[in-house]
């Protein structure tokens, strides 16, 4: 038998943000925040996050988005391979802290990460 797969559609919202999170280049990332500042919407970072997590293109580099405390955020493959893709990206990591099925960073380089699409 054979498996018919069915294209997911996606909202404006959503392609906004995709269209965001492809312009972020490789060794660099964004927060949530930042991301929604990016497409004019800068309080819909949890939607931006939930958008990013019904995302399944894999032309969209979402493993380049974290959270604003320093936190991971959420990847579909988990977090140690969204920290394994940043860091063969180039993004410095110094030290990360793990707690029960959360992720902590501590310094992702300073500047390497902040406003990287100015």
């Known amino acids: 038998m054979q498996k018919i797969f069915l294209k997911k559609q996606t909202t404006s919202f959503q392609r906004k ?3 965001a999170v492809k312009k972020i ?4 990332v964004l927060t949530y925040k930042e991301v929604a500042e990016k497409i004019g919407l800068s309080k819909s970072y949890r939607a931006v996050g939930n958008a990013l997590n019904k995302n399944r293109n ?11 405390n320093g936190t991971i955020g959420g990847f ?3 977090t140690k391979k969204k920290i394994a893709l940043l860091k063969k990206e180039g993004v410095i990591i110094e030290k ?3 707690f029960v099925n959360k992720t902590s ?3 992702l380089g300073g500047a390497r990460w902040r ?4």
């Open 58 to 68: 894999p032309e969209v580099p979402c493993h380049r988005v974290i959270r604003a």
């Open 115 to 118: 406003g990287c699409l100015q």
């Open 17 to 19: 943000v995709y269209e």
């Open 96 to 98: 990360v802290l793990s």
């Open 76 to 78: 579909c493959g988990g």
């Open 25 to 28: 280049p490789k060794g660099k």
């Open 105 to 107: 960073i501590e310094r």
